[in-house]
Structure formats: structure tokens, C-alpha cells
């Protein structure tokens, strides 16, 4: 166990539909990271959040969107979905924002229908 | 652009033998690389860091090295066992400080 908590674990929702991933981080990381997965594309990095602030921006649809928390905990929006976006997203953390082991969630597997 | 290339097909061997594993890259400075394993259906678990001026590190039954005039690091897990197989992916830091990841290597122990 990593320490790091995403909900929900699975998620089926039709095309067009909006949801909303949650990543609470292990306690005392400061640092949130939003990953894709998806076969075709390996391990994609989305987006970094350090203590609430956008650090670094990775390959993130405009349709997508993240916020990080003042008790840490981040989300990831994801909106207008499209069949393309079926894939498992990965919830990270780390205490600060180099040079740090990071530690992965279990993932949210995202189905759109 | 920057790249990381990990052999992408399988890596089969045999238990008790020397996995050897590649990760090679371009149009990257990184100041550390790491690698991780990752089984299906489960994320990333860190396995190692090593540092641009560290040529070899090792934990337990692995060992990475870090070249970085050839920019490659190679990472060995020795005795090997059927629980080691999984996916090994390495990942660098590159623009903006966020972690990229290479393509991942599948790796088979067969007993």
C-alpha cells in the first residue's frame, strides 16, 4: 500500500458525460501528479500540483482539468468524454517536487461507452 | 524532441538468470533517472534512483548504472525469480521538472 488513495476504482459513463477523479496523497506529500495510462500510449503525465499551485503541465486535453485542495487532496475533471479517453488514471505524490520518490495510487479505470 | 526508448517486446527469461533490462534517451540533461515495476492493473512501485554522478547503484538483487556520455541506463536484476515479472519502466525528469516515463519493458521469468 502506497499510501496514496484514489476513488472511485472503476467508473463506466457514457460519451459527452463529465466526472470527477479523487487522489487523497500520503500524508505529509505536498505534491499531487495526474497520469493516463492507456495501452496504446504507455504512461502519459498530465499535470503537477505543489501545495494547491499548478507546477508543471504535461499533456492535458483542454477538457480536462485538475485543482489541488487546501487539506491536499486533488481532483481531476474530466469533461466532454470521448471513447478515446477510456484508460486508468494514476493519482502520485511526493514531498516535494524533484529529486523524490513518487508514489502511485491503484488508479481509477475509466470506461466511456 | 526528447525521447526514452525501452524495448518494448518482452524480456523472457529463465529463473535463476540475469535480467537485463535497457533504457535509453534523447535530448534529455537528467540530473537523476529512476525505475520502477509496475503488475498489471496496479501502479508504478519505485524501485531505484540513481543520480547523474553515480555510475552504479545497487538494492538487494538489483542494479541499475547510469551512462550518461551514451545515455543509457541498464538495469539488472540477478536470480531472478518468477514474482519478478512485470513491467520495468524508467522515467526521467525533463521539462518543467515532471517525471516522463518511458514505454515500460515486460519482463518473464520462466521457472
Same mark, same amino acid.
Given at each position: 500500500?502506497?499510501? !496514496?488513495? *484514489?476513488?472511485?476504482?472503476?467508473?463506466?459513463?457514457?460519451?459527452?458525460?463529465? +466526472?470527477?477523479?479523487?487522489?487523497?496523497?500520503?500524508?505529509?506529500?505536498?505534491? +499531487? @501528479?495526474?497520469? *493516463?495510462?492507456?495501452?496504446? *500510449?504507455?504512461?502519459?503525465?498530465?499535470?503537477?500540483? @505543489? /501545495?494547491?499551485?499548478?507546477?508543471?503541465?504535461?499533456?492535458?486535453?483542454?477538457?480536462?482539468?485538475?485543482?489541488?485542495?487546501?487539506?491536499?487532496?486533488?481532483?481531476?475533471?474530466?469533461?466532454?468524454?470521448?471513447?478515446?479517453?477510456?484508460?486508468?488514471?494514476?493519482?502520485?505524490?511526493? !514531498?516535494?517536487?524533484?529529486? /523524490?520518490?513518487?508514489?502511485?495510487?491503484?488508479?481509477?479505470?475509466?470506461? +466511456? !461507452? | 524532441?526528447?525521447?526514452?526508448?525501452?524495448?518494448?517486446?518482452?524480456?523472457?527469461?529463465?529463473?535463476?538468470?540475469?535480467?537485463?533490462?535497457?533504457?535509453?534517451?534523447?535530448?534529455?540533461?537528467?540530473?537523476?533517472?529512476?525505475?520502477?515495476?509496475?503488475?498489471? #492493473?496496479?501502479?508504478?512501485?519505485?524501485?531505484?534512483?540513481?543520480?547523474?554522478?553515480?555510475?552504479?547503484?545497487?538494492?538487494?538483487?538489483?542494479?541499475? $548504472?547510469?551512462?550518461?556520455?551514451?545515455?543509457?541506463?541498464?538495469?539488472?536484476?540477478?536470480?531472478?525469480?518468477?514474482?519478478?515479472?512485470? $513491467?520495468?519502466?524508467?522515467?526521467?525528469? #525533463?521539462? #518543467?521538472?515532471?517525471?516522463?516515463? #518511458?514505454?515500460?519493458?515486460?519482463?518473464?521469468?520462466?521457472?
Amino acid at each position: 500500500d502506497s499510501g !496514496v488513495t *484514489q476513488t472511485p476504482k472503476h467508473l463506466i459513463t457514457a460519451t459527452g458525460q463529465r +466526472v470527477t477523479l479523487r487522489c487523497s496523497p500520503r500524508s505529509g506529500d505536498l505534491s +499531487v @501528479y495526474w497520469y *493516463q495510462q492507456s495501452l496504446d *500510449q504507455g504512461l502519459q503525465f498530465l499535470i503537477q500540483y @505543489y /501545495n494547491g499551485e499548478e507546477r508543471a503541465k504535461g499533456n492535458i486535453l483542454e477538457r480536462f482539468s485538475a485543482q489541488q485542495f487546501p487539506d491536499l487532496h486533488s481532483e481531476l475533471n474530466l469533461s466532454s468524454l470521448e471513447l478515446g479517453d477510456s484508460a486508468l488514471y494514476f493519482c502520485a505524490s511526493s !514531498v516535494a517536487t524533484e529529486g /523524490n520518490t513518487i508514489y502511485f495510487g491503484e488508479g481509477s479505470w475509466l470506461t +466511456v !461507452v | 524532441s526528447q525521447k526514452i526508448e525501452q524495448n518494448s517486446e518482452a524480456l523472457n527469461i529463465q529463473e535463476g538468470k540475469t535480467a537485463t533490462l535497457t533504457c535509453n534517451y534523447t535530448n534529455y540533461s537528467p540530473a537523476y533517472l529512476q525505475w520502477y515495476r509496475q503488475d498489471p #492493473g496496479r501502479g508504478p512501485v519505485f524501485l531505484l534512483l540513481i543520480r547523474e554522478n553515480e555510475k552504479e547503484k545497487r538494492k538487494e538483487r538489483l542494479k541499475v $548504472t547510469f551512462d550518461t556520455t551514451l545515455k543509457q541506463s541498464l538495469f539488472h536484476i540477478t536470480a531472478s525469480q518468477p514474482a519478478d515479472s512485470a $513491467t520495468y519502466l524508467c522515467a526521467l525528469v #525533463g521539462a #518543467g521538472n515532471m517525471l516522463t516515463f #518511458g514505454g515500460g519493458t515486460r519482463l518473464m521469468v520462466k521457472p
